[in-house]
């Protein structure tokens, strides 16, 4: 009897025991609207890709929530007091990659050069990298053209690879996405990041280990073992999933159901604001746009056009109705967070369907004229819905909009093809570097080379690809930012883009995790310690 | 050789239904009134009156497809005219509930279109991609299975191991199959307007088998009849003899699964539809319009997907009712 007793006390201490020691630590479901477009670190920059990327690979400096520098792979960065063009990183020791090589020296510079290869969507972030030198195996130089102050703001989702491992699988070319090329890497990680791919597969689930020789253990929380990353593109299948406990995290919630969730005991729902603006581009400059009725010439290319387009639209009726309240409506394509932003550039044009038709009669389109509307629908939030709102918007002043929904591969490859293969187009814009340059170089910039990769509205003036170079090189920052805020002034006299919204984001999960928005809607799961 | 042909052919049972060869002469009132009092007294409005079930799946049959049809003249707004729609209206609930609007009697979806004129010119759109698909399989499927019936040998092998092969796929997937293709053929920007035509070829492509396996089956008991072999005997043309003298025996079995089958191709646009690949939320059909909805079912705007549901359900059961009486009614087996 009394052993029996101290038996049972004992078995539950035990029980006790092991349900403590699973109270720090769980794996974590996580599912989202759309999966990475491709594993390749420099295949692809775009939000969702970059966020499954962060997990398994790691870049020299990191940007966290708070928009503030962490040392990652660099632990320090400087300019040389000798030569202002010279970046000098530091690099951290005892790192290991996931297969056990060491990262060193030789992975930096093979990675960012790699980044810099034609085929790569990162060289937009890196036209100001001369050379890149390895000191020793801790230290690598990179040489900028002319100085540049901002430098490691660049190489934020810049990811290093083993050279040794690239080499081996024959994968040290970057991957061409739009041309639906594919490589090793592709489906196959090897990074230095807390989590290491298990298994994948695309557009289904993506399944990671916590990294048990990672470096920073110790250092960050480390509080998830696994993580099982979903594609669930079903608005109410991803909610329910959640509500259901299948799921333990959703990182896109449908505005409609945040009400919902809130109310649902167990469940967290963590907002906040997102840094980043939807915007519709136009086919500025074709000669003739091949999804209009109107031949031989292209309404677009008339300002006129566009700033009716631009009046046509109720910013404030998308925000209320679409976004549920969930963004900020904008007039300009730079989110609040970023470095030349200003209230003034932000003001809303007033809704003015007459003075909107007037417009285009004076153009020569008193009966307006018909489009094709592209627009992503597993990317933004609600982003069918507002296209969907923009087609009935149009309508109003005779623009007849042919709307063109799909999924964000296929929309992206329509944008990044050259030449572009959409004329009317919605497209979110994120800026990891918080300043204006990133959104100039890639959307205004004339597409040549490694800039305006993202620019599918043709729209080129020289004068301003002067000024957008003249950035990279400029050290007094007081006029750094007179020139930044003359390139806004041209620009938004253009109205090449459309301003929708700056984008607000919802995240819900379990109770016992608390994973806060970030405003580049990145989730560093290292960061995240469980609590029951 | 003239004389012959019309020993032969008085030797032969009439063909075609009896009713044909009279409809010519016959023009005086009183006669014409006892073909309809003979209609009326026959089995199978018997058969019909019978049963209350039947009576109310058909006229529910007749009142969908009707108001369907009639849409453009009895819906109160067009839910196809962007102009007209204000996103301010958008997510209003049912006209009785709290925050209603007696301008929409069924309430707005999340673009501000009314419920009910959506509705009526969805379920327009559902029965005519039905129709036309229903129609392109029954063409489909009859002319293959009387040829391969009649003419037997390889090209029956032929005919059939492609009709087997085709059934071990479900419906849908060589729909989505058939509709996949399609796209990626006539590219995006020329795909919206013709997606009725690709629903209705997806859809008609993936119901023909039935037909042709049933009529390749009945045609292989009547292409041994003495009829057939009287007809091919005065010389008249296979293409003749399988659709004036074969056709008319196979209607019966056809027209039921016509009918059981166009409440599966309305099913299967909407589900379509309902993955995304079907009509675009601009022009919605049901299906269309139950996706929408579902993406608000968790946030109470219930009136989205309800509405559309109930009325597909309704829609589906009613032509199901329809088409089960009438293989009984049919079926000499059974009476």
Not at chain 1, 251 to 273: H, Y
Not at chain 2, 11 to 25: I, S, T, Y
Request: hydrophobic share 45%; with cysteine; glycine share 6%.
């Amino acid at each position: 009897m009394r052993t029996s007793t101290i038996l049972k006390s004992v078995i539950a201490a035990a029980a006790l025991g092991l349900l403590a020691g699973a109270a720090d630590a769980r794996s974590v479901k996580w599912a989202r609207s759309g999966d990475a477009l491709t594993l390749d670190p420099h295949a692809q920059n775009e939000g969702p890709t970059h966020n499954v990327l962060h997990l398994m690979y790691e870049p020299l400096v990191l940007r966290d929530r708070t928009g503030q520098l962490l040392p990652t792979l660099a632990t320090s960065w400087q300019i040389r007091e000798d030569d202002p063009t010279i970046w000098e990183f530091k690099l951290r020791q005892g790192v290991k990659f996931h297969n056990g090589s060491t990262f060193n020296a030789d992975d930096v510079v093979f990675s960012l050069n790699r980044a810099l290869q034609p085929t790569s969507d990162m060289k937009g972030l890196l036209t100001f990298i001369d050379t890149v030198s390895k000191v020793d195996d801790h230290t690598v130089h990179i040489k900028t053209k002319g100085p540049n102050p901002l430098v490691p703001s660049y190489l934020t989702n810049l990811y290093m690879m083993d050279k040794e491992w690239a080499e081996a699988n024959n994968t040290t070319t970057v991957q061409d996405y739009k041309e639906k090329k594919d490589n090793f890497a592709v489906r196959n990680a090897n990074g230095t990041g807390a989590y290491a791919l298990v298994s994948r597969e695309q557009d289904v689930r993506t399944v990671m280990k916590r990294n048990d020789n990672y470096w920073g253990k110790g250092e960050v929380p480390l509080g998830i073992t696994e993580i099982t990353y979903l594609t669930i593109k079903s608005d109410a299948t991803r909610v329910a999933a959640l509500l259901s406990g299948e799921v333990d995290f959703v990182q896109d919630v449908p505005v409609q159901d945040i009400d919902r969730l809130e109310k649902t005991a167990n469940l967290r729902v963590n907002v906040g604001p997102e840094n980043r603006t939807i915007f519709l581009g136009m086919d500025v400059a074709s000669p003739e746009l091949k999804t209009s009725n109107v031949k031989g010439k292209n309404p677009f290319a008339d300002r006129r056009v566009r700033q009716a387009v631009n009046m046509a639209i109720d910013r404030e009726a998308i925000k209320r109705v679409v976004m549920r309240g969930q963004s900020v409506s904008a007039g300009v394509i730079a989110p609040p967070f970023v470095n030349g932003y200003s209230k003034a550039l932000d003001a809303l044009p007033k809704v003015d369907i007459d003075q909107a038709k007037a417009l285009l009669k004076d153009a020569g389109y008193p009966d307006g004229f018909q489009i094709t509307l592209n627009c992503p629908n597993d990317r933004y939030i609600n982003d069918e819905g507002i296209c969907q709102a923009v087609t009935a918007m149009m309508a109003k002043i005779g623009v007849r909009v042919n709307l063109m929904a799909q999924p964000k591969g296929p929309h992206f490859t329509l944008i990044q093809k050259n030449p572009p293969e959409t004329e009317f187009y919605l497209l979110g814009w994120g800026v990891p570097t918080y300043d204006s340059h990133y959104i100039f170089s890639f959307l205004y910039h004339t597409r040549s080379g490694k800039d305006g990769t993202w620019n599918a509205t043709r729209y080129s003036n020289p004068e301003v690809d002067k000024k957008v170079q003249s950035l990279t090189g400029e050290v007094d920052q007081a006029k750094r930012n007179a020139t930044i805020a003359d390139i806004w002034k041209t620009l938004s006299e253009e109205t090449t883009y459309i301003a929708l919204h700056h984008q607000a984001l919802a995240y819900a999960m379990k109770n016992d995790l608390d994973i806060q928005v970030s405003p580049e809607n990145t989730v560093h799961m290292k960061f995240i310690a469980a609590k029951r | 050789m003239n004389d012959q042909a019309h020993v032969a052919e008085r030797m032969l049972p009439a063909p075609a239904p009896q009713g044909r060869q009279e409809a010519a002469p016959v023009t005086t009132q009183g006669v014409r009134r006892g073909r309809l009092a003979a209609f009326l007294d026959s089995d199978l409005v018997h058969s019909f009156l019978r049963s209350k079930l039947v009576v109310v799946a058909a006229v529910l049959t007749a009142l969908i497809f009707g108001a369907a049809f009639l849409a453009p003249l009895i819906a109160p707004h067009n839910p196809y005219d962007l102009k007209s729609l204000s996103l301010l209206d958008a997510n209003t609930p049912p006209a009785w509930e709290k925050g209603g609007d007696a301008r929409y009697l069924l309430g707005t979806d999340d673009q501000g279109r009314d419920i009910l004129s959506t509705m009526l010119f969805g379920t327009r759109s559902s029965l005519q991609i039905g129709i036309c698909s229903v129609l392109l399989a029954l063409t489909l499927g009859l002319s293959l299975g009387l040829w391969a019936g009649y003419a037997g040998g390889r090209v029956d092998t032929v005919i059939m191991r492609v009709a087997d092969v085709q059934l071990t796929f479900p419906a849908i997937l060589t729909a989505l199959l058939i509709d996949g293709v399609a796209l990626a053929i006539l590219k995006h920007h020329t795909a919206e307007g013709s997606k009725f035509w690709i629903l209705v070829v997806a859809i008609g492509l993936s119901f023909w088998v039935q037909y042709a396996r049933t009529v390749r089956g009945v045609t292989l008991v009547e292409r041994n009849k003495e009829y057939v072999e009287a007809a091919r005997l005065i010389g008249i043309g296979p293409f003749k003899i399988m659709f004036q003298h074969i056709l008319p025996n196979v209607m019966g079995p056809v027209l039921v699964i016509a009918t059981i089958n166009l409440a599966l191709a309305i099913i299967t646009e909407a589900t379509l539809s309902f993955l995304g690949v079907g009509l675009p939320p601009t022009e919605p059909s049901l299906g269309t319009m139950i996706q929408v909805g579902n993406r608000y079912l968790f946030s109470g705007s219930w009136w989205m997907v309800a509405f559309p549901g109930l009325t597909l359900a309704l829609l589906a059961l009613a032509v199901n009712l329809l088409g089960d009486w009438l293989r009984d009614a049919l079926n000499p087996k059974l009476r």
